[in-house]
């Protein structure tokens, strides 16, 4: 039998998207059994398309924070996170700066050769950044947050898909454990765009209202935008410097399906490899879950397969979706999740699936539909991705 890898200590997060500007308002929001989503408004739709979206509220980005002004919306929505993160763990600059620090995020669509804000007129950019490969480069989050806080530990940027964020915490998790770094910022973000937006509605897995995952009658996603960042420590900086555990990964796994560049396995077997590696590695059994934040799109093949994998692997754990309050962050989801995940363990909680109303026959299992009392100190959280990528978090409560 594997032998556990060691757990690897989370000291603080940070959380932006639809729900909220913070963790803690974030977390506010998803009990409250709302949610707001609308046409977007930030780039132009047919007026009679009615494919909603969930976007960040105006007025997230405080320049005064930070040292650089980066026009990319997905590095500012990034390096919100972050600070949010590192004000938690309590980690100034001047220590990041004499540590081994890494960056490890997930992200689709920043740096995006499709994106027109940044292959646009070079005149709405500084001079500092004249030619569409100079404002590809200053659109790599990772490097943004390497840059702004002087970190000179590893950077990677995943582009997994919608699994990137997710990817990149077990990557970071992993650092840690090899004692490359003694703390590493990992998560993902992204931003709303038009490309996105109407590939999406072409490849005909977007919903006209509000997205219902594991309904009856869902008929796809709704997309939406945001960020969310973990600090990472070693047990041994955590110890110098007397810091604050506020969770810990337990586990990770990632496989692929070799199936299909879009649709997953229907048999879910990469999911089911996916879901027995991060077990494995955490050392928790699947019926000492307090609970599942499964992906939960909304589109009819996704929410089948994890239905029938949840049904045949943890038929007693109760699970739900986020994605609902959200939407799908895309490369961000992932680490939104993971954060809402530890927020629900730490709260002893889970919220409704909201969307869900009317089980589907079909379906053998289905999500929680209002506030959910739940016990243990495990949860787990997974992604499913295009180019049959799928990937899974174990996360646990500091006890």
């Known amino acids: 039998m594997k032998k556990p890898l060691a757990p690897v200590a989370i000291t603080g997060m940070g959380c932006l998207c639809a729900a909220g500007l913070t963790v803690e308002a974030c977390m506010d929001f998803l009990f409250q059994g709302k949610r707001f989503p609308a046409r977007p408004s930030r780039f132009f739709t047919d007026p009679g398309a009615g494919f909603p979206v969930f976007e960040v509220k105006s007025g997230f980005w405080s320049p005064e924070r930070f040292r650089s002004s980066p026009r990319c919306r997905t590095v500012r929505l990034a390096l919100t996170a972050a600070h949010e993160a590192l004000a938690q763990a309590g980690l100034e ?13 997930g992200s689709n669509v920043a740096g995006s050769v499709s ?11 500084d001079n500092g950044y004249p030619t569409s490969g100079r404002r590809f480069a200053a659109a790599n989050p990772a490097v943004g947050l ?9 950077v990677e940027t995943v ?22 770094c003694d703390a590493v910022l990992v998560g993902g973000a992204d931003e709303l765009y038009e490309i996105t937006y109407n590939g999406f509605i072409s490849l005909m897995n977007s919903d006209e209202g509000p997205c219902r995952p594991f309904d009856v009658n869902r008929r796809g996603l709704n997309l939406g935008e945001g960020a969310a960042v973990l600090v990472l420590e070693s047990e041994e900086l955590l110890r110098e410097r007397a810091g604050i555990c506020r ?8 496989a692929g399906d070799a199936y299909h560049l879009t649709a997953p396995d229907p048999d879910g077997q990469g999911l089911r490899l996916a879901l027995q590696e991060a077990l494995a590695s955490s050392g928790i059994a ?4 307090a609970f599942i934040n499964a992906h939960g799109t909304g589109t009819a093949d ?7 994998v949840f049904d045949a692997v943890f038929p007693k754990i109760p699970f739900l979706s986020t994605k609902g309050y959200t939407g799908h962050t895309l490369g961000a989801a992932g680490a939104v999740e993971a954060v809402f995940s530890l927020g629900c363990l730490s709260f002893g909680q889970v919220p409704p699936s909201v969307g869900f109303a009317d089980p589907d026959p079909e379906l053998p299992a289905h999500p929680v539909s209002q506030t959910t009392a739940v016990t243990g100190s495990a949860a787990m959280s997974e992604t499913l991705a295009f180019g049959g990528n799928n990937a899974v978090l174990i996360l646990g409560k500091d006890e």
Do not use: H
């Open 247 to 254: 969770g810990r990964v337990l586990g990770y796994g990632a």
């Open 146 to 154: 390497a840059r702004e806080f002087d970190l000179t530990g590893p």
């Open 115 to 125: 994106n027109p804000e940044l292959f646009g007129p070079s005149e709405s950019w």
């Open 159 to 180: 582009v997994t898909a919608c699994s990137a964020g997710t990817d990149a915490i077990g990557l970071g998790a992993a650092w840690i454990r090899m004692g490359l």
């Open 302 to 308: 996704n929410d089948r397969i994890e239905s029938r």
């Open 286 to 289: 699947p019926d000492a879950l």
């Open 93 to 105: 600059r001047d220590l990041l700066k004499q540590k081994r620090v890494g960056v490890c995020i």
